[in-house]
T-cell receptor, first 116, second 110 residues
Framework: ETGVTQSPTHLIKTRGQQVTLRCSSQSGHNTVSWYQQALGQGPQFIFQYYREEENGRGNFPPRFSGLQFPNYSSELNVNALELDDSALYLC???????????????FGPGTRLTVL | GQNIDQPTEMTATEGAIVQINCTYQTSGFNGLFWYQQHAGEAPTFLSY????GLEEKGRFSSFLSRSKGYSYLLLKELQMKDSASYLC???????????FGAGTTVTVRA
């Protein structure tokens, strides 16, 4: 069974640029959640996708957007990067039989984004 | 909104017991999770409580009191590899997101 993978591992961007982060879900999982983790803080929920549709969103501006593909892999896009966007971005996959059901989330190793 | 509090740091000796407390005030509740996160790595699932009481899993136990908005994670027979950050997370009624505390960094000393 393949676990959750993310790419790239590290990324350096400058203010105003755009970035795309990628996540491959664990085999058999249909739900992916994205989190932002600043240094020394807990992960903050960005949004979740279930069967290619957004299933909930945290307190992040619209310049944070996402996609989920038919194979359940996912992308997180961030436009107009700001210095405060520097963080570890984690994706977590789970298996849900409907949007609202128990599901343990398995996290990927994360992408470390640095905005200069 | 969600407010989840846990201590910032704890230090304990190898072989000892450490208890990490977590208090929460949330607009909804549908389960509390504990995760372990080593530096530079992904969080890994440790335990899940949705009903009051104690859940035991090997050296790790987790307790929940919903009326008090309180949970703790108990780590027994501490090993050096237990040095990590421990994250308390609450799932709300919508089931789609976890709200995390800032994490407790546990340092195990020989």
């Amino acid at each position: 069974e393949t676990g959750v993978t993310q790419s790239p591992t590290h990324l350096i961007k400058t203010r105003g640029q755009q970035v795309t982060l990628r996540c491959s879900s664990q085999s058999g999982h249909n739900t992916v959640s994205w989190y932002q983790q600043a240094l020394g803080q807990g992960p903050q929920f960005i949004f979740q996708y279930y069967r290619e549709e957004e299933n909930g969103r945290g307190n992040f501006p619209p310049r944070f957007s996402g996609l989920q593909f038919p194979n359940y892999s996912s992308e997180l896009n961030v436009n107009a990067l700001e210095l405060d966007d520097s963080a570890l971005y984690l994706c977590a996959s789970s298996l849900a039989t409907r949007p609202a059901s128990y599901n343990e989330q398995f996290f990927g190793p994360g992408t470390r984004l640095t905005v200069l | 909104g969600q407010n989840i509090d846990q201590p910032t740091e704890m230090t304990a000796t190898e072989g000892a017991i450490v208890q990490i407390n977590c208090t929460y005030q949330t607009s909804g509740f549908n389960g509390l999770f504990w995760y372990q996160q080593h530096a530079g790595e992904a969080p890994t699932f440790l335990s899940y409580n949705v009903l009051d009481g104690l859940e035991e899993k090997g050296r790790f136990s987790s307790f929940l009191s919903r009326s008090k908005g309180y949970s703790y994670l108990l780590l027994k027979e501490l090993q050096m590899k237990d040095s990590a950050s421990y994250l308390c997370a609450v799932r709300d009624n919508n089931d789609y997101k976890l709200s995390f505390g800032a994490g407790t960094t546990v340092t195990v000393r020989a």
